[in-house]
């Protein structure tokens, strides 16, 4: 079992960053499958950005590219999601999600393809 503990999530204008962090309970977290989602009130849970172990370079949702780069520190074995030119549209709870199993690229953004979740972390951009 893994455990996903996301922070960083806060109240913020339009147009500030924001980082938020993932820190798994496994050292081992590099040989899996991490992803960001999002959920904004009173809609679907939505893909933001994943990274597969055997790939360098993340696979983001076109809304956020250019503006979100996740990032991986192995020595704190910490993920980031770093959130520039916020808008009030990235209002949500936004949760960190992780797989031991691979994933083809055309199957990042399925929720379900995700075993393990964090508890979520509220981001709010309002002026």
């Known amino acids: 079992q893994v455990q996903l503990i996301e922070s960083g999530g806060g109240l913020v204008r339009p147009g500030d960053s924001l980082r938020l962090s993932c820190a798994p309970s496994t050292r081992t977290i590099r040989t899996y499958t991490i992803a960001w989602f999002r959920q904004a009130p009173g809609k679907d849970r939505e893909f933001v950005v994943a990274?597969?172990?055997?790939?360098?370079?993340?696979s983001y949702a076109d809304s956020e590219k250019g503006r979100f780069t996740f990032s991986r520190d192995s020595a704190k074995n910490t993920m980031y999601l770093q959130m520039n030119s916020l808008k009030s549209g990235d209002t949500a709870v936004y949760y960190c999600?992780?797989?031991?199993?691979?994933?083809?690229?055309?199957?990042?953004?399925?929720?379900?393809?995700?075993?393990?979740w964090g508890q979520g972390t509220q981001v709010t951009v309002s002026s």
């Open positions: 990274l597969k172990p055997s790939s360098g370079a993340p």
């Open positions: 999600a992780a797989t031991a199993r691979g994933l083809i690229t055309s199957s990042l953004r399925t929720i379900a393809n995700y075993d393990y």
